[in-house]
Nanobody
Framework: QVQLVESGGGLVQAGGSLRLSCAAS????????MGWYRQAPGKQRELVAG???????NYAASVKGRFTISRDNAKNTWYLQMNSLKPEDTAVYYC???????????????WGQGTQVTVSS
């Protein structure tokens, strides 16, 4: 089994910063694309930022220039540095990864349990 465990969410004032972490554990052979999604109440889950195995990144227009995604392959961990936070960034944030487990042929998609980020005005 594979587990993705997030940490770093919380309550912050507008203009503040938070850093989310996601650590993958289990019988992992390789991790491909990693990403962060968020879902606000009454809205669909949306991609916030993604990073490929080669380090290429992409961001939602609403967070570009404020959020930075990074990864540490040695630790099977990726991060989302969130600066200049706004009330509209309030959501549950989920980490996601495409990974291959030991002795399996297929790549599969895994999600973290979600962590709440609340930005007060």
């Amino acid at each position: 089994q594979v587990q993705l465990v997030e940490s770093g969410g919380g309550l912050v004032q507008a203009g503040g910063s938070l850093r989310l972490s996601c650590a993958a554990s289990g019988r992992i052979l390789s991790i491909g694309d990693m990403g962060w999604y968020r879902q606000a109440p009454g809205k669909q889950r949306e991609l916030v930022a993604g990073i490929s195995s080669g380090g290429n990144t992409n961001y939602a227009a609403s967070v570009k220039g404020r959020f930075t995604i990074s990864r540490d392959n040695a630790k099977n961990t990726w991060y989302l540095q969130m600066n200049s936070l706004k009330p509209e960034d309030t959501a549950v944030y989920y980490c996601h990864a495409e990974l291959k487990m030991l002795r399996e042929l297929a790549w599969n998609s895994y999600w973290g349990q979600g962590t709440q980020v609340t930005v007060s005005s």
